[in-house]
Structure formats: C-alpha cells, structure tokens
C-alpha cells in the first residue's frame, strides 16, 4: 500500500524538508492591502511582517477552497493507495473540514483527514513522523495508528505581545471579561479540545519562556527520544539563542526552530513565542 502525506502551509515545513519527505502542502491563504497571498508560495513570513507594518488595515486569513484538495487528493490518486492530510486543529479553521469534504469527493484513493489540533511545527511534527513512516512502508492506518499514539506526547505552549489580534480574530475562546483581565498580563496559551485558551497567567516574558522550559522538563524527564520546536513571530534571534540554551541542558531532546508564518502571524502579532514538543516515533 502506498501512502502519500500531505499537510497545510501551517505547518511551516521548509521547502527543501518536504520535497526530501514527499510531503505536499496546501496553502492557506493572507489577505493583506486588498491582495490575496498564499503563504509559502507567494509571500515569506520575513515579507509578510514587513508589509504589515505599512498597512493601515489589518490583514486576514482565509482557508484553503475544497476544490484545491479535491484537485491534489485526484492527483495522488494515480500514484497512491491513500493519503493522511494533516491539518492544523479544526476549532480554530475549517481547513480539516474541507479535507473531509473533499475527501468524500474523489475516488480511486481513500483519504484519511487527519486533525493536528494544533498548529506550526507542532503540526509539522505529524507531517514529518507520518512520512517516514510511509517512506518505511507502513498502510495509512498504521500510520494513523501511530500519529495518535504520538498525540499523547504532544504539548505546546505559546505567548503573544499583544492578546488583541487573537481576540479580534475570534480564536480566544474564553469570556470576554476574562480576555479583558488578562490584557494587562502575558497570559502563555495551549489548545484545550481543539481551541485555544489561557494556560497561566504570567507577568514577564522571561518568567514565561521559564516557565515553558519548566514543562519540557517535567515532559522528557523520562530520557526518551524527543523532538522541540521553537516557534518565533520575526524574532529569530531571540529563538535561536534560546534553542542553543536549552539544547545544552536537554540532550535527550532534538531542537529545532521554526516560525509563525502569515497566517498563523494574522492572529499571533510580531513577537510572538512558543515552543512545543512531541515523543518520537521514527529515526
Ligand atoms: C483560517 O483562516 O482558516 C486560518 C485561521 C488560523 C487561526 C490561527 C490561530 C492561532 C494559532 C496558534 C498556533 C500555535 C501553535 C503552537
């Protein structure tokens, strides 16, 4: 059986990585001065943060059309037994639920949707694991099979400089007094069921960064072989110098750092910061 991998620009895989991998994306989309800019293809996240700093209004985001995945899904079709389409979490887009739909589309092949609940690297983690696994050999549902085992393992957390851009884009799911108090604060955020809500409030973006190293620490405590992803809104050098900090004091754990793109950035802000991390799967 053969088994292609395919995930969303979200993901923030580079380029190179994912030819080398097989995987292929669907691009989200950034709506940014009145032009419609599909990330990764169109638009870098380095052009992205410097164009919006000289628009008046603020950008939005748009998910991929059903039809883009029916097209792919076809594609595949031809030289795949079956395909697992790894999405970032369906509560904050409906881009997982156009896979699905898709998927009831096209013939030939069966489409395996598969929720991240996540974003970013974090997401990419599964894009990646699952197509070694298929480089291996392994059927799709083993695949899936071990993408959820994988799913236990998986933490992210993250902090943005300004809680407006998520509150004006609707994926702050909590009251809107409870938004309100935590203004003054840098609340650090994780996804609960699919959507994203307050962790802890934290006053510093110091403490906060401390306080996610504390959490990697409890994780891989076990020594087990992990993978980390520090995940940055244009502030790669502060990523960097983290990662090389924690990669001295956690050798069990595979660091890398990866970004948040335009669309992820449309609800993030500029200095945004979080790290997530999963268990490894494969070599
Ligand atoms: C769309 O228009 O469908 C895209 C909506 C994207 C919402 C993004 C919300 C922030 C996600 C943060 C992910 C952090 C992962 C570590």
């Not at 092949?109 to 970013?120: A, G, K, L, N, R």
């Not at 799913?151 to 902090?159: D, N, R, S």
């Not at 405590?221 to 924690?246: C, F, P, T, V």
Request: net charge negative; glycine share 8%.
């Amino acid at each position: 059986m053969k088994t292609a991998i395919v995930t969303d620009s979200t993901a923030y895989i580079p380029k190179e990585l994912r030819e080398s991998l097989n995987i292929h994306m669907i691009p989200l989309s950034v709506i940014l001065g009145g032009e419609t800019y599909r990330e990764e293809i169109d638009i870098t996240a380095g052009e992205f943060y410097e164009e919006v700093t000289y628009q008046d209004k603020l950008p939005t985001t748009s998910q991929p059309p059903v039809g883009e995945f029916v097209e792919l899904f076809e594609k595949l079709s031809r030289d795949y037994d079956a395909v697992i389409s790894v999405h970032l979490s369906s509560g904050i887009s409906g881009t997982y639920q156009g896979a699905v739909q898709a998927a009831g589309m096209v013939d030939g092949i069966t489409v395996f949707p598969y929720d991240s609940e996540i974003s970013c690297m974090v997401q990419g983690f599964y894009a990646l694991e699952g197509a070694k696994l298929a480089r291996e050999g392994k059927g799709a549902e083993e695949i899936v099979r071990l993408l959820d085992e994988m799913k236990e393992t998986v933490q992210a957390y993250f902090m943005v400089d300004d809680l407006a851009h998520l509150q004006r884009g609707g994926r702050l799911s909590q009251a809107q007094a409870i938004i309100g108090s935590l203004l003054q604060v840098k609340p650090l955020l994780h996804f609960v069921d699919k959507v994203i809500v307050p962790f802890e409030k934290i006053r510093t973006r110091k403490k906060a960064l401390k306080r996610v190293e504390g959490l990697l620490e409890d994780a891989v405590k076990d020594g087990g072989s992990y993978q980390a992803s520090i995940i940055h809104a244009n502030r790669e050098e502060e990523a960097i110098e983290w990662m090389k900090e924690l990669a001295e004091k956690y050798p069990n754990v595979e660091f890398n750092v990866s970004y948040f793109g335009p669309v992820i950035g449309t609800h993030l802000g500029e200095g945004s910061m979080g790290m997530g991390w999963a268990k490894r799967l494969a070599e």
